[in-house]
C-alpha cells in the first residue's frame, strides 16, 4: 500500500499475478481514462474516452482522483498497492504464503493496481471498471510486438480514512 496519510476516499484495486509497477498507469488510464501529467498512459486514456459510454466518462470525469505525487513529481491516480497472501522476496521474486519457507526474508508484493475516487464506486461503475481491467493489455517488452493480458486474479474496493484501511471488500 501506498504511504497517503492525508488521503481518505476508495480505491478500486485489482489483483495481478505480476508486478503492477510495468503497467499501472496504463491499466489505470484504460479503465478510468485518466491519467499523471506526463501523459504517460496517453494511448489508453484516448481509447478510453473513444470505447466508455458517455456517462461512465462524466462519473469518472468527477470522481477519478488525481492527488498524490508520485516518483518522478507527477500528479497520478494511479497506484502500486501490496496484495494480500503474497510476499516478494526482495530479488523480484513474488511467491504466495502456502511457498513461504520460513527461512527466507519477506516484503509485501505488489502485484495489485489502485485507482483513486472521491466517492465509493456504483454497481454499474465497478462491472464497468472489471470489464475494462479484463480487456486490458500491457505492453510487451519482451521482443514480440502482440500487447500481452494481465492475469487477473480479484477485485477489492477499500474505503480509507487518513490513509488508513477502514474496510475492505471483494467485488
Known sequence: MLDLPCYSGFVFVVDTTEYSG???????AFCTGAMDEGEYARKDANRFCEEAPSAVREYMRRHT???????????????????????????????????????????????????????????????????????????NYLGTREPLPVD?????????????????RHV
Open 22 to 28: 510495468n503497467f499501472e498507469r496504463e491499466m489505470t
Open 65 to 139: 482522483i488525481m492527488s498524490w505525487v508520485e516518483d518522478h513529481g507527477w500528479m497520478t491516480p494511479a497506484t502500486i498497492w501490496a496484495t494480500p497472501g503474497y510476499w516478494n522476496n526482495g530479488h523480484g521474486t513474488e511467491f504466495p504464503d502456502s511457498e513461504w519457507d520460513g527461512k527466507q526474508r519477506k516484503w509485501p508484493a505488489y502485484l495489485s493496481v489502485g485507482m483513486l475516487f472521491d466517492e465509493a464506486p456504483t454497481d454499474e461503475i465497478l462491472d464497468f471498471l472489471k470489464g475494462r481491467a479484463r480487456k486490458f493489455k500491457k505492453r
Open 152 to 168: 487477473i486474479t480479484g477485485f477489492r474496493l477499500l474505503q480509507v480514512k487518513l490513509g488508513s484501511t477502514v474496510e475492505e
